[in-house]
């Protein structure tokens, strides 16, 4: 029983003067904290004064119906039949800003948008519970929203010529659409007027191609917004409906490619 209890003390003291060892090592060469390197980077990607203006493209295109054979036709339209449409998005969005300190800018951005979708004719059938078809049934939707923009880039490895960005957006906008469909050479359909407010956070990567142009790609990731609609339905019925909430996904149809332009002033311009 003694030997035990003397084995015991023994590694006791043992370990008490291996970490005793240890702290004074510490101390005597004291350890960075651990850093990612994301926060405040300590390379200029853009300097302070720059002036950038660009614009932003998206644009898609869905055709229905061209075959049996589509990719996914068979899984996604199983009970639908004889179905031909079209649809399409596009945006342009010009741009404006002013790099208040190194790789923060403050800017203006102005975004249109066009939807539209149009289905020749459609056909679903639902076994013995319902038949019915659909034709000449047209949708089109176009907004005009502006933004104030925070941006702020954070260069990837250090580089002066690859970084990403994160935006932060203030948008208000109106919008307008319009579903309507033809029978009988008669034209029945809704009308709306669509109010819109967000505040939005946009990621994108930003690549320069020369000392002054750059190729950017951005995708709306999250936002809160509140959106108000007023609806008239064959010139006679109206309603309004409000909504708010917050989106925590990636839109596909908010992907843009854009192309921008960095004109340095002050110090930063280039020497003749």
Same mark, same amino acid.
């Given at each position: 029983?003694?030997?035990?209890?003397?084995?015991?003390?023994?590694?006791?003291?043992?370990?008490?003067?291996?970490?005793?060892?240890?702290?004074?090592?510490?101390?005597?060469?004291?350890?960075?904290?651990?850093?990612?390197?994301?926060?405040?980077?300590?390379?200029?990607?853009?300097?302070?004064?720059?002036?950038?203006?660009?614009?932003?493209?998206?644009?898609?295109?869905?055709?229905?119906?061209?075959?049996?054979?589509?990719?996914?036709?068979?899984?996604?339209?199983?009970?639908?039949?004889?179905?031909?449409?079209?649809?399409?998005?596009?945006?342009?969005?010009?741009?404006?800003?002013?790099?208040?300190?190194?790789?923060?800018?403050l800017g203006l951005r102005f975004?249109?948008?066009?939807?539209?979708?149009?289905?020749?004719?459609?056909?679903?059938?639902?076994?013995?519970?319902?038949?019915?078809?659909?034709?000449?049934?047209?949708?089109?939707?176009?907004?005009?929203?502006?933004?104030?923009?925070?941006?702020?880039?954070?260069?990837?490895?250090?580089?002066?010529?690859?970084?990403?960005?994160?935006?932060?957006?203030?948008?208000g906008g109106y919008g307008q659409?319009?579903?309507?469909?033809?029978?009988?050479?008669?034209?029945?359909?809704?009308?709306?007027?669509?109010?819109?407010?967000?505040?939005?956070?946009?990621?994108?990567?930003?690549?320069?191609?020369? %000392?002054?142009?750059?190729?950017? @790609? =951005?995708? +709306? !990731?999250?936002?809160?917004? *509140?959106?108000? #609609?007023?609806?008239?339905?064959?010139?006679?019925?109206?309603?309004?409906?409000?909504?708010?909430?917050? %989106?925590?996904?990636?839109?596909? @149809? =908010?992907? +843009? !490619?854009?192309?921008?332009? *960095?004109?340095? #002033?002050?110090?930063?311009?280039?020497?003749?």
């Amino acid at each position: 029983m003694k030997r035990i209890i003397i084995c015991i003390a023994a590694a006791f003291m043992i370990g008490s003067a291996a970490f005793a060892n240890t702290a004074k090592t510490e101390e005597a060469n004291p350890k960075e904290p651990f850093d990612r390197g994301i926060g405040i980077s300590t390379t200029t990607f853009i300097p302070k004064g720059t002036v950038g203006a660009g614009v932003a493209f998206s644009y898609n295109n869905y055709n229905l119906g061209q075959a049996a054979g589509d990719s996914g036709y068979s899984a996604l339209f199983s009970l639908i039949s004889g179905i031909h449409g079209n649809m399409q998005t596009w945006g342009v969005a010009p741009w404006v800003s002013y790099f208040l300190a190194d790789n923060f800018a403050l800017g203006l951005r102005f975004d249109y948008d066009r939807s539209s979708f149009g289905l020749g004719n459609a056909s679903i059938s639902l076994g013995d519970i319902a038949n019915f078809s659909i034709s000449d049934f047209h949708f089109l939707k176009h907004s005009y929203t502006g933004a104030i923009t925070g941006r702020y880039y954070i260069p990837i490895a250090n580089s002066k010529r690859f970084a990403m960005f994160t935006e932060l957006r203030a948008i208000g906008g109106y919008g307008q659409s319009e579903t309507y469909r033809i029978q009988d050479d008669e034209k029945y359909g809704t009308y709306q007027d669509i109010y819109k407010f967000e505040l939005g956070l946009v990621p994108g990567i930003s690549v320069f191609v020369t %000392n002054g142009v750059a190729v950017e @790609l =951005s995708v +709306g !990731l999250m936002g809160f917004n *509140y959106n108000k #609609t007023v609806q008239v339905t064959n010139q006679v019925e109206e309603s309004v409906m409000e909504s708010s909430g917050a %989106n925590f996904k990636i839109n596909p @149809l =908010s992907i +843009g !490619l854009g192309l921008s332009f *960095y004109i340095p #002033t002050g110090e930063n311009r280039p020497k003749k």
